[in-house]
């Protein structure tokens, strides 16, 4: 692999821009090497009426195998060595205007002798660049060091307070703690807990009710509750601490690396020796000098050995390096296997419904109004995950940290193969089960167990719901873990503080409403229906039902504005009011829709097609400029943003249309299509559930991908975590 791609691949996507800029650098050597090359192309052709007289390259040469070989004194050597510089570096002192006039920050500053050959400007451009991205490196170096160093200094003030409040728990008759601080010990002092409160938190809805009745801060109470807390809290700190200290690390190295390389290019193309003297520079620089994030990382360790591994170091370690996953050859072939059996299966239903007309008279009626909508509810998980494991593939290939920002535990995330492991061997039991349905209607010798027939769809929920609750180690445990804490969360809103994974769950369910009715169907068909009859008319033509149908479908929606209006109080966002009546506007559209359906009529026509309208106009106005960022006048590209991550502006604006195009799906409501007499109501409904699940994809990878943008434009990599104890007083040198 060639150093640039090499380099891109290692870089910290968050900081992408805090990196010299490698790819521009050597654009400008390929133009100089071009006019090198256009040089001794032309050389020949100037000689050939005098080819007696010396090239001037060829003169210096042996000028100065002349004074090599002539036996002169120190001082001349010197000198010749001044005649052979090609460029001087020197530091310029200037004033930092962020941090105050007093302060000052250093500059390096490139001056190339060699100006004035043919090919100068640009060589003399290629450094002013070079000066330019080496003192950006420093600078963010130097800010993130010092961010460092302020994290350091709290998170020592945090321990000291939790090593306090472990003696004062656990009041051992004879503990001593002893902290070693500048080569003697001291005593853990109790006294800090007299001016310290621990921070409440919003983990659970019975403390969010109790925090709106009390300040955010509250007394210790001293027990083990207040201790596990804040110890779980603070080692999540410690390891996110040593995430950004590591990349920080990584990125010096990739620097200097990048730097070394460009130069030995720049020598290699020009013939000249520059890299010495800048690479010199460069050692001496405080990118190479400054040793805090070494130090920083060996405090780190040895602190979170001792404190939260009782001293073991093999623990400690594997408990702080980076976890990394690396592809499973089972899982290609497993992917292959259930991918390669759920197209036989598909194959197989096809020719079976073919060739006994299973789908004809009064038999297709029933199984479209009980068989289909029991099934397809696995068509639309199957879809939308299909769906998911392309964000993730095309998440991946851009860099689109999304492991970051939806906060899996390092390691944890699925890569798309595992999605579609997933995906397909969901579809192969469920095209199983619907086989196996269709061969056990059609078999004489199992007419007498219809029942158990009906029982199949119930049974294959069954067991995918005990799948995804299942507590044992086993079909990515953390990940199912992850997704139910985050469904609880949408289920309890706004109970919990509302963070991207559960509200980016809440907006995936708004676009599963019709999965929703479903599992509703479920409920009643194998609850109040006679599915043993295989007759659904006790639910369809129940009011009650039709009623639950609405609020079913208004659910997702109403959590979504709960998660506003939680996300307005705590952060006093003005936009977050804005998207909660996006989803009211939703609501009623879909409210007065569903009553249209049910009762017809000219009136309601109207009402649905209006409010359908406006919350069409509001929701797509929002997905496309408040949550893609995009339709920016003035930015560097035109309607879109200043930033983008795909290659071709084209394809933002072909999201665009299709978005609006998907969004217009309900139309087909208003405008009676599910009359049409080729197509049965219920397969349409599922056709424009499915261009919703669609739609819903393409949203998912550019609303993460705004979301990363943000991130950069932040140099946000690691996750803030909130400390577990907060001081009376400012001074915190306890």
Request: hydrophobic share 40%.
């Amino acid at each position: 692999m060639k150093f640039g791609k090499e380099f891109a691949s290692q870089t910290v996507p968050e900081w992408l821009e805090a990196y010299m800029n490698y790819e521009y650098l050597k654009t400008l050597l390929e133009e100089i090497l071009v006019i090198r090359r256009r040089q001794q192309t032309s050389t020949p052709e100037n000689n050939n009426n005098n080819s007696r007289v010396p090239q001037r390259p060829s003169f210096k040469r042996k000028v100065s195998l002349f004074r090599a070989f002539s036996g002169l004194t120190n001082s001349t050597a010197s000198r010749r060595h001044k005649e052979d510089e090609v460029i001087i570096v020197s530091e310029v002192k200037q004033r930092d205007e962020e941090h105050g006039a007093s302060e000052c920050q250093t500059n390096y500053q490139t001056v190339f002798l060699r100006s004035s050959e043919e090919g100068g400007d640009l060589e003399s451009q290629f450094f002013r660049r070079l000066d330019h991205e080496f003192n950006k490196v420093i600078n963010f170096y130097k800010s993130k060091v010092d961010e460092a160093v302020k994290e350091a200094k709290e998170l020592n003030v945090q321990m000291d307070t939790l090593v306090a409040l472990r003696i004062k728990v656990n009041n051992p008759s004879m503990e001593v703690i002893s902290e070693q601080h500048q080569d003697h010990n001291k005593m853990a002092s109790l006294d800090v807990l007299n001016r310290v409160k621990i921070n409440a938190t919003t983990e659970t809805p019975r403390s969010t009710v109790r925090n709106v009745f009390n300040s955010l801060n509250v007394d210790l109470n001293y027990n083990k509750n207040e201790l596990k807390n804040a110890q779980g809290k603070l080692k999540q700190a410690f390891l996110e601490f040593h995430e950004k200290l590591r990349l920080l690390k990584n990125y010096v190295f990739q620097n200097q690396m990048a730097f070394s390389k460009i130069m030995k290019k720049y020598d290699k193309i020009t013939s000249r020796n520059a890299s010495e003297t800048y690479l010199e520079m460069v050692d001496e620089s405080y990118l190479n000098q400054s040793d805090e994030v070494a130090k920083l990382i060996e405090r780190v360790e040895a602190s979170f050995i001792k404190h939260f591994c009782n001293g073991d170091r093999q623990r400690g370690m594997n408990t702080l390096r980076p976890k990394y996953k690396r592809e499973k050859h089972r899982v290609t072939f497993f992917l292959g296997c259930f991918f390669g059996c759920s197209v036989a299966l598909v194959a197989a239903i096809i020719v079976s419904i073919h060739t006994r007309d299973l789908l004809e008279g009064e038999g297709k009626t029933k199984y479209m109004n009980t068989i289909f909508p029991l099934y397809s509810l696995f068509g639309f998980l199957v879809l939308h995950m299909l769906m998911y494991a392309g964000n993730v593939y095309f998440w991946t290939r851009y860099r689109v940290n999304y492991s970051f920002i939806f906060g899996f535990k390092q390691g944890t995330d699925l890569r798309f193969k595992q999605v579609l492991l997933l995906t397909f061997g969901l579809s192969v039991l469920v095209l199983a089960a619907i086989l196996a349905n269709l061969e056990m209607e059609m078999d004489p010798e199992t007419q007498s167990y219809k029942t158990y027939t009906e029982l199949l769809p119930l049974g294959l929920v069954t067991v995918v719901f005990l799948l995804a609750i299942c507590p044992f180690n086993i079909l990515y445990r953390s990940n199912r873990f992850f997704f139910l804490v985050c469904l609880w969360h949408c289920i309890c809103a706004p109970l919990y503080l509302v963070t991207l994974p559960d509200f980016f769950l809440a907006d995936q369910f708004t676009s599963q409403v019709q999965l929703l009715r479903n599992v509703e169907f479920y409920a009643c068909y194998y609850g109040w229906g006679d599915f043993k009859a295989r007759d659904a008319s006790t639910c369809n033509d129940s009011n009650v039902y039709k009623i639950i149908s609405i609020l079913v479908a208004v659910i997702p929606y109403w959590i979504r504005v709960l998660q506003c209006i939680r996300r307005l109080c705590e952060g006093r966002d003005s936009t977050q009011a804005m998207n909660g009546l996006k989803y009211l506007s939703t609501i009623a559209a879909v409210v007065t829709r569903t009553i249209y359906t049910q009762r017809r009529g000219t009136t309601m026509k109207i009402i649905a097609a209006s409010t359908s309208g406006v919350a069409t106009i509001f929701s797509t106005y929002w997905d496309i400029v408040m949550d893609w960022g995009l339709l920016c006048r003035n930015s560097e590209n035109p309607w879109l943003r200043d930033k983008l991550i795909l290659p071709s502006r084209s394809i933002y604006f072909i999201a665009i249309v299709l978005n609006v195009i998907l969004r217009l799906a309900w139309m087909q409501t208003v405008l009676d299509f599910h009359e049409a007499p080729f197509l049965h109501r219920n397969a349409l409904i599922a056709i424009v559930a499915s261009l919703e699940i669609i739609r819903r994809g393409i949203w998912n990878f550019f609303r993460l991908e705004n979301e990363h943008l943000n991130n950069v434009g932040k140099f946000r990599a690691v996750k803030s975590v909130p400390l577990p104890f907060s001081y009376e007083d400012e001074d915190k040198d306890l």
